[in-house]
């Protein structure tokens, strides 16, 4: 149990056009997901707290006209890059806080990993 | 503020010996402090964590990692690796009573030679 799948694993886009990453939590409710961007050989970055039905957090320095983020349902929550640039090539690895879980428990996507030409 | 430091990007060891990787944190607040491993083309798997109870915390797959207050040091051993143990280890650090948002350290690539 306590799967979080994202969507698509790797995409290659132009500069210009957008992406979309979707997150959901396969058999549990997430009333938070947490995005994160991974560098090549460095940290994972939180860039924004994705609350249901609520608008997000972003974290300071994170653009949030660059990084639209939707949390529509208990299940799902999407990353639109919008206008991608090839210094947006990142890991991009969302996590979901397991809301039957003691302390909300995170439980973490598999990644996308994004190359903008 | 919070930050985590792992010592070391990448360690090397042979099949049966000691796994050390070295974290240190930094938390204005007391912290949680996890471990995290991560294998090639998959997510993140929680390897144990520490929230103020036991100091010597013991996670999964024979993996545990020694809180030390006075050092701000939450290390991870291994007594005997082994091959399955080949991946990417992330420390992380929480603050308060939640999940929440954590930090993560650079992370430590382990490589287990037979």
């Known amino acids: 149990g306590a799967v979080v799948s994202q969507h698509p694993s790797r995409v290659i886009c132009k500069s210009g056009t957008s992406v979309k990453i979707e997150c959901r939590s396969l058999?549990?409710?997430?009333?938070?997901m947490f995005w994160y961007r991974q560098f090549p050989k460095q940290s994972l970055m939180l860039m924004a707290t994705s609350n249901e039905g609520s608008k997000a957090t972003y974290e300071q320095g994170v653009e949030k006209d660059k990084f639209l983020i939707n949390h529509a349902s208990l299940t799902l929550s999407t990353l639109t890059v919008t206008s991608a640039h090839p210094e947006d090539s990142s890991f991009y690895i969302c996590?979901?806080?397991?809301?039957?879980?003691?302390?909300?428990?995170?439980?973490f996507g598999e990644g996308s990993r994004l190359t903008v030409l | 503020a919070q930050s985590v430091t792992q010592l070391g990007s990448h360690v090397s060891v042979s099949e049966g010996a000691l796994v050390l990787l070295r974290c240190n944190y930094s938390?204005?607040?007391?912290?949680?402090l996890f471990w995290y491993v991560q294998y090639p083309n998959q997510g993140l798997q929680l390897l144990l964590k520490?929230?103020?109870?036991?100091?010597l915390v013991k996670g999964i797959n024979g993996f545990e990692a020694e809180f030390k207050k006075s050092e701000t040091s939450f290390h991870l051993t291994k007594p005997s690796a082994h091959m399955s143990d080949a991946a990417e280890y992330f420390c992380?650090?929480?603050?308060?009573?939640?999940?929440?948002?954590?930090?993560f350290g650079q992370g430590t690539i382990l490589t287990v030679h037979p």
């Open positions: 996590s979901a806080s397991h809301s039957g879980r003691a302390n909300g428990e995170l439980f």
């Open positions: 938390s204005s607040v007391p912290p949680y």
């Open positions: 992380a650090v929480g603050a308060g009573t939640s999940y929440g948002k954590l930090t």
């Open positions: 058999d549990f409710q997430a009333t938070t």
């Open positions: 520490y929230t103020s109870a036991a100091t």
